[in-house]
């Protein structure tokens, strides 16, 4: 009976185990079947004298070994960076999460669809176990960016708004009336508000975030520790200027412990041409966020390529962003290790796509898969991908 009774444990410890020493069960580590296959053992072996003396060698095994690697927490979980890509179908909802609970989320999600988008924000929010936000960058005013503020302010609560400033694309009649209801939302008084400026570093703990781009305006020098001649800026000519709120998108770099991620939001190719040429003015960074759901109207080589990115992660949508070509930009930069996308583009086709095993969402009805980056300050970090239940893990760049 006791014997049995500690065998439950180990099984009830399988099934309820934390994720792995990153946060998500890395690949290769499911916990249910060969690790516990030879500790299972049959009726007949417990009922013989024999076993006897297993079973106590077994008992001294599960209590030295086994159940306090079960209920150890993940290695450095209560130093780890969280990072959400929450799939709001083609917009953006990156929720970073530090390791005193501090939060910033970049961007809302589109309006409309029965609050699908706020709910998947609260659902990220809640797996983290927060619940407020205390910080929500918008990048700028289009619909999937900001859309989803209202309906997500009246889920829960949000201490701090930062923003680029005013709608500079009063023309469409979308965005105007997105920007209306962010600013209705502003004037209730309930909120603090940050207009962003390039070079300002934003007053979140836990991580270092600073203003690369807003409202059309770079960081004029370079970033400490960069400044290098771009090569890729000898093939590049600067595309025409883009006059929508894309180029106008707050952009960031968020930096915690040795990590370098990079969200630029929908910023376009000819303001990459600007900041990147001829001096690369932010240096290596180790995630990248794609700039514009991977849209060819971004993420131009002058970019990627100088960043050299050893993730890359896409927020697209299967019909929207995931361009080939930008994808494949992304593919042949020169430090990549893996590219990971929220869906399966149906553009790319199988030629330009990354391999199944990245993508959160492949087909079929719409599963709100999600990734989750969760990294150490030495600058390792894993990738858990919602659909499979399975992480990649990768070390500390040198
Ligand atoms: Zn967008």
């Keep these: 009976m006791r ?24 690949a290769g580590t499911r916990t249910s079947d060969s690790t516990f296959s030879f500790l299972a053992c049959s009726s007949s072996q417990w009922s013989c004298a024999f076993c006897h003396k297993c079973a106590l060698t077994l008992i001294l095994f599960c209590a030295l070994w086994v159940l306090p690697a079960l209920a150890q927490p993940p290695a450095n979980s209560a130093k780890s960076l969280q990072i959400y890509f929450i799939d709001v179908e083609g917009g953006q909802a990156t ?14 999600g589109w309006p409309g ?8 924000i609260v659902a990220a929010a809640h797996d983290v176990g927060i619940d407020k936000i205390d910080f929500a960058l918008i990048t700028h005013y289009h619909d999937d960016h900001v859309g989803g503020a209202p309906q997500l302010a009246a889920r829960i609560p949000i201490g701090t708004f930062i923003d680029h400033g005013e709608n500079r694309e009063t023309s469409d009649a979308i965005t105007q009336k997105d920007w209306l209801a962010y600013k209705q939302l502003l004037a209730t008084g309930k909120y603090k508000r940050i207009i962003a400026k390039p070079g300002d ?9 600073e203003v690369i781009s807003s409202d059309g305006v770079l960081i004029e020098k370079a970033l400490p520790g960069a400044g290098q001649p771009n090569p890729a800026c ?12 894309n180029p106008r998108s707050l952009g960031t770099l968020i930096t915690f412990g040795r990590l370098k991620t990079l969200d630029l939001g929908d910023l376009t190719a000819d303001k990459e041409h600007e900041l990147m040429c001829p001096l690369n003015k932010i240096g290596t960074v180790d995630i990248y966020i794609a700039s514009h759901h991977g849209f060819n109207q ?13 993730v890359a992660i896409v927020d697209n949508g299967a019909k929207k962003g995931g ?29 330009h796509n990354t391999a199944l095993e990245f993508i959160a969402n492949s087909s079929g009805p719409d599963a709100a898969n999600y990734l989750k980056l969760t990294a150490n300050p030495d600058g390792a970090f894993s ?16």
């Design 95 to 108: 929720l970073f999460v530090t390791p005193e609970g501090q939060s910033l989320l970049i961007d809302t």
């Design 323 to 351: 361009s080939p070509s930008a994808l494949d930009i992304i593919k042949s930069s020169p430090n990549l290790t893996a590219l990971w996308q929220l869906h399966f583009s149906e553009q790319a086709g199988l030629a």
């Design 298 to 310: 971004s993420g131009s080589a002058v970019l990627v390529h100088a960043v050299a990115p050893r």
């Design 234 to 245: 000898a093939s590049s000519v600067p595309p025409p200027a883009d006059k929508t709120e």
């Design 3 to 26: 014997l049995k009774t500690v065998r439950e444990i180990i099984f009830l410890g399988a099934r309820h185990a934390r994720p792995g020493p990153l946060g998500a069960v890395p």
């Design 383 to 398: 990738v858990f991908n919602s659909r499979t239940k399975q992480s990649q893990n990768y070390r500390a760049a040198h």
């Design 113 to 120: 669809n029965n609050n699908r988008d706020a709910d998947r």
């Design 201 to 209: 570093s934003l007053p979140i703990k836990g991580i270092r975030v």
